[in-house]
């Protein structure tokens, strides 16, 4: 696995939208202060990856991937393994009650010779690719398909974090045997032991299934198919024999069929003409007929009477007069008599009326002359208050006069005060006012009443006035119109003899209704009677008709019941000839039934010689022989399939057997993992020597790195070649050897991995501030010569100038109040 592009925003201390390009960085430095978050950015890989990051302690530890403050944090990874190119992307959340969870994540695989460039385009995400996982859960499986290595490995191989640098050196021979075998891709051969010994077992399946198949197939030997074909050839015999004999027996069949057909006949013919037999009611049937002819024309005679009655009745009301016209005239007589007591009671009410509209006109003429007499007094009143106040304002100034001073009023000098009165006149003069207005206004309603009543008494005797005289212009006319009316008397006379002669003239109407039902009803039993007598005769056609092949003689169609005795007659003599033929006409069929019997008894002896069931019923022989030559036949063939079949598992199971053999011995061999053993002790042989050599040039030629039963140790040189366990080791020194295994896995089993697990870099995230100035260069020459090689990428996570000097790329990362942040420096 190889990054490329990480891009992150809200992740950890990189709160800002943050870009770190390694395209070509082959050899770089994640550099700048303590603190400033150069291991977040390994962080930010992994976590694309994997989900979680070592030093977070787990899942628990989500939380940290969030900036302070920030709501969510993302973060895409584009790398490169096994010359396929990926993009890892994961987004966290924190939701409305504080919880942190991954709200996305997704693997993609990009299409070949995409420009990582154009990510900064607004590319969305269905363009970056076919998308291989789109899940957390499915993230797990694509991940490891893609970089080959799980989580604890690839943070012991390829990305080595603080505080982890010497997990591998340090790792149980079991953790690190499974690491190696995923680093070389020997898990193949423990899925070839897998799929040997499944399909050992698929083959003695097969090989079991065979036996039990070939078990069953019994009865398949020679002399069995010599007993098939002999029965073939019995029944093909009985099949030639039955055809043979058929046609005799068909025209046996044929001769009795005819014989009973022509029996059959006779039978019918007989039983037609029995059938012959006049109607039970015919000798009632033409009696019926006059007796209704008879009352038929009496129904009609009575009809003719009752509408001579009626007619007469209408003449005699058409010369009645007009009804209508008479109940008008009386009707006019009343109107009249009501008109004219109208008339003479409205003239007393005109006289009242007058009366009264004179004594109002009068009574209001009156209380006109006192009201005026009122308002007379009230304006004396109204001056008498006037000059009672004029007196009180008098005797007011005169209280303050005193002789010889000058008047207020007329600026005289006064040369005497007269007395003060003993009282004002003021209020009783005001008393007096105040009854004249009482007075006055009461007269006044007197005349607005008085007047009101007179002009109602006016428009009422108007009115009477006008209907009396529509009264008597409404009695002139009705007095002109009945001038030279009988009387009401006659005309009620006149009236009642009109209703008389309707009253007789509805009654003869009734009378010819009841006549017409009646001639009616006779007509219908004409009607009946003679469609008896028609029905009759349809009878006597019906059965003449059926017998007419016979020859019957010709009939009187005017008398039936003569018509029917001759038919009858007929019939009879006809019947009793048809008897007499009839004995040797079932001697005929008895004697065709026995010729047929004849052959189907021989037809059934050559059925009970081939062991067969002789025919019984309608069945047709020559079906039932074909049928069991075919079943013959078919009984051959499965016998020469079986054999076949048999021949042909007989192979299948020579071939399963040497397939199950073959796969169990395979898978017998790589059952004890000789080979896988032998496999990664060669590469840890490698390892060993590759990160000896690497050790000694860092330790001065202090310590080889070997191995013994998986553990390693290494060879003190400067202490008499002593073996110390590798665990024994000061802080540097494990650095130092951990520092040489890192860089052997990155150089001697990369180029011996088959699969995607290839240890394309390497980052280092530890402290190289511990090594002296001497080592520093030797790491530092180390790490160029590695990378160098050009196939490898090689990141160092360090503070120490010295050593960040001599890397050609640097990233560095500085930290301010909005976060951290990434700046590339040198080529």
Not at 50 to 77: K, Q
Not at 690 to 707: E, F, K, P, V, W
Request: aromatic share 4%; hydrophobic share 45%.
């Amino acid at each position: 696995m190889r990054p490329l592009r990480l891009d992150l925003a809200g992740f950890t201390a990189f709160r800002d939208a943050t870009t770190v390009d390694f395209t070509d960085a082959d050899f770089f430095a994640l550099v700048g202060p303590t603190g400033a978050g150069k291991s977040s950015v390994l962080d930010a890989i992994c976590f694309a990856l994997y989900g979680t990051v070592p030093r977070w302690g787990g899942a628990r530890g989500l939380a940290n991937a969030l900036a302070p403050s920030a709501a969510e944090a993302r973060v895409r990874l584009v790398f490169e393994s096994a010359g396929a190119r990926y993009v890892a992307t994961r987004v966290v959340r924190r939701d409305s009650r504080g919880t942190v969870k991954t709200g996305n994540a997704g693997l993609q695989l990009m299409p070949p010779g995409f420009d990582v460039t154009k990510l900064d385009t607004g590319l969305s995400p269905d363009d970056l690719g076919e998308v291989i996982a789109g899940t957390p859960a499915e993230m797990d499986e694509a991940v490891l398909e893609a970089v080959g290595l799980p989580y604890e490995q690839f943070t012991s191989c390829v990305l080595l974090p603080q505080g982890q640098f010497a997990d591998f050196l340090h790792a149980k021979p079991a953790t690190r045997q499974q690491i190696l075998v995923n680093l070389l891709g020997l898990g193949v051969y423990e899925e070839v032991q897998k799929l040997a010994t499944a399909r050992a077992g698929k083959a003695e399946a097969a090989l079991a299934a065979v036996d039990r198949v070939l078990g069953g197939l019994t009865g398949i030997d020679d002399e069995a198919l010599a007993a098939v074909s002999a029965r073939v050839d019995q029944l093909r015999d009985l099949a030639a024999g039955v055809d043979a004999a058929v046609p005799e027996l068909l025209r046996a069949r044929t001769a009795a069929g005819a014989a009973e057909q022509a029996l059959a006949t006779l039978d019918a013919e007989l039983a037609e003409l029995t059938r012959v037999r006049p109607p039970a009611d015919l000798a009632t049937v033409a009696e019926a007929v006059a007796a209704a002819r008879a009352e038929a024309a009496e129904a009609t005679a009575a009809v003719a009477v009752a509408e001579e009655r009626e007619e007469k009745l209408r003449g005699e009301l058409a010369a009645a007069g007009d009804p209508a016209a008479l109940r008008l005239r009386l009707q006019a007589h009343t109107e009249r008599d009501r008109v004219a007591v109208e008339a003479a009671t409205l003239a007393e009410t005109v006289t009242e009326a007058d009366d009264a509209h004179r004594a109002a006109v009068t009574a209001v003429t009156a209380a006109r002359a006192a009201a005026e007499r009122a308002d007379q007094e009230l304006e004396a009143a109204r001056a008498a208050y006037q000059e009672a106040q004029t007196a009180d304002r008098a005797a007011a100034l005169r209280a303050h006069l005193h002789a010889g001073a000058p008047c207020p009023v007329c600026t005289q000098p006064v040369t005497e005060v007269p007395a003060l009165p003993a009282g004002s006149a003021v209020p009783a003069a005001e008393a007096a006012g105040k009854s004249a207005r009482a007075a006055a206004d009461a007269a006044n309603r007197q005349v607005t009443d008085r007047d009101r009543a007179a002009r109602e008494l006016e428009r009422t005797l108007d009115a009477a006035r006008a209907r009396h005289e529509q009264l008597t212009a409404r009695l002139a006319d009705l007095d002109g119109a009945l001038a030279d009316s009988p009387g009401p008397e006659t005309l009620r006379r006149e009236l009642d003899g009109i209703a008389g002669l309707r009253r007789d003239l509805e009654t003869a109407g009734g009378a010819v209704r009841a006549a017409r039902e009646t001639a009616r009803r006779a007509r219908a039993g004409v009607e009946a009677a003679e469609e008896r007598l028609r029905g009759a005769w349809r009878a006597f056609d019906t059965v003449r008709d059926a017998v007419a092949r016979f020859g019957p003689p010709a009939a009187d169609r005017d008398d039936v019941t003569a018509a029917w005795t001759g038919l009858c007659d007929w019939a009879a003599g006809a019947a009793d000839e048809r008897r007499a033929g009839r004995a040797a006409a079932v001697g005929a069929v008895d004697a065709a039934h026995a010729d047929a019997e004849a052959v189907l008894a021989r037809i059934g002896a050559l059925f009970t010689a081939a062991g067969l069931d002789a025919p019984a019923g309608d069945h047709d022989p020559v079906r039932l022989a074909a049928v069991a030559v075919e079943r013959a036949e078919a009984e051959h063939r499965r016998l020469e399939e079986r054999r076949e079949q048999a021949r042909e598992l007989t192979e299948q199971r020579a071939g399963h057997e040497r397939e199950s053999q073959v796969a169990r011995t395979l898978a017998g061999h790589l059952r004890a993992n000789n080979f896988e053993r032998w496999l990664l002790a060669e590469a840890l042989d490698l390892l060993v020597d590759g990160a000896s050599r690497i050790l000694r040039d860092l330790t001065g030629g202090q310590y080889d790195l070997g191995h013994d039963k998986g553990e390693f140790f290494v060879v003190d040189h400067h202490d008499a070649g002593l073996r110390r366990n590798v665990r024994t080791l000061s802080g540097g020194e494990t650095f130092q050897a951990s520092l040489a295994l890192a860089l052997a896995l990155s150089e001697q089993l990369a180029g011996m991995s088959t699969t995607t697990a290839s240890l394309e870099s390497i980052v280092l995230d530890e402290g190289f501030g511990t090594l002296d100035a001497a080592t520093l260069d030797t790491v530092a020459a180390t790490l160029e010569n590695l990378a160098a090689r050009g196939d490898r990428m090689v990141g160092v996570v360090t503070h120490v100038p010295a050593l960040a000097e001599r890397i050609p790329v640097r990233f560095e990362v500085r930290k301010d109040a909005r976060g951290a942040h990434v700046e590339r420096v040198g080529r």
